[in-house]
């Protein structure tokens, strides 16, 4: 299933407890979440794994950041998730940052997190079309590179 990357009003998620059964990679334990955001900070927002211990993840919608990303979900990852149309999916993609230092942040493209807009229920994903991205996407393209 091909997923839309459409950006979520940003109200409609903040702050609700929302469930990632099988938690992220590394984190099985944390199966419950909230996405939070600061006005100012967009368009990265924070996912607030709840479990043991509390975990902070920056994110991104990739739409309008990532041009010509198209996720594309497994049959089954769609299925475990009671996705039906497209445009229930949010796509979350973990931003990191390597040294501290923001020129280098790079953007999972490869392991998306996909969040059913209807139920709260979330999932992170291999994309069936991973072959076309990169776990290390640079979000700033330095002026070296482009010659």
């Keep these: 299933m091909k997923v839309s990357s ?15 059964p099988k ?3 590394g984190f099985p334990d944390h ?8 006005p100012d900070q967009l368009p990265f927002r924070w996912l607030r794994l709840i479990g043991p211990d509390t975990v902070h993840f920056v994110v991104i919608e ?18 475990a998730l009671g996705l039906v149309d497209p445009g229930d ?3 979350l993609n973990i931003v990191s940052v ?12 490869v392991g998306p997190i996909i969040i059913n807009r ?21 979000l700033v393209v330095s002026e070296t590179s482009n010659s």
């Design 31 to 38: 199966t419950s979440f909230e996405l939070l955001y600061q």
């Design 89 to 91: 999916a949010l796509v």
């Design 62 to 79: 990739p739409n309008g950041i990532v041009p010509e990303y198209e996720p594309e979900l497994f049959d089954e990852d769609a299925a």
């Design 23 to 25: 938690g992220l990679i």
């Design 98 to 109: 390597s040294h501290g230092e923001p020129v280098t942040a790079t953007v999972n493209l």
């Design 6 to 20: 459409e950006v979520l009003n940003a109200d409609a998620a903040s702050g609700h407890l929302l469930k990632l």
């Design 118 to 138: 209807r139920t709260g229920i979330a999932r992170q994903v291999v994309l069936s079309n991973h072959g076309r991205y990169n776990a290390r996407h640079p």
